[in-house]
C-alpha cells in the first residue's frame, strides 16, 4: 500500500539497470498525480513491498506516464506542463526535463 497526497493520473511499472553490471536490476512503481507531482517507489519484485519512495513535482498538470526505451534500456516518458524522461546512466537512476 503507497499512502499519496492527490488523485493518481497514471501508473507504470519498469525494471530498470542498477549497479554496474546490467544482470542487477530494480523494479521501480512510478504514479504520476493529478497535482504534477511524480512519486517513484522501489518494489520488491517477489514479495511486492515497496520502499524508499521519492517525490518530485514535474509541472502544474497531470502527470501521464509512458514506459519507454532508450538506448536499449528501459525508461519512462513523464508529461506534465513539461515533458521529463527518467532513465537509468551509469549505475545512476536520472530524471531530467526534456528540451
Known amino acids: 500500500m503507497q499512502a499519496i497526497n492527490a488523485v493518481p493520473e497514471s501508473l507504470a511499472i519498469v525494471e530498470m539497470p542498477d549497479g554496474h553490471e546490467r544482470s542487477l536490476r530494480?523494479?521501480?512503481?512510478?504514479?504520476?498525480?493529478?497535482?504534477?507531482?511524480?512519486?517513484?517507489?522501489?518494489?520488491?519484485?517477489i514479495t511486492g513491498v515497496l520502499s524508499d519512495t521519492r517525490l518530485r513535482f514535474l509541472g502544474s498538470r497531470p502527470v501521464k506516464l509512458f514506459n519507454v526505451t532508450v538506448q536499449g534500456s528501459p525508461a519512462i516518458l513523464a508529461l506534465s506542463s513539461r515533458p521529463w524522461l527518467s532513465y537509468s546512466f551509469q549505475a545512476r537512476s536520472r530524471l531530467i526535463p526534456l528540451s
Do not use: A, E
Request: proline share 0%.
Open 26 to 45: 530494480t523494479l521501480y512503481l512510478n504514479i504520476g498525480l493529478q497535482n504534477g507531482v511524480l512519486l517513484r517507489t522501489t518494489m520488491d519484485s
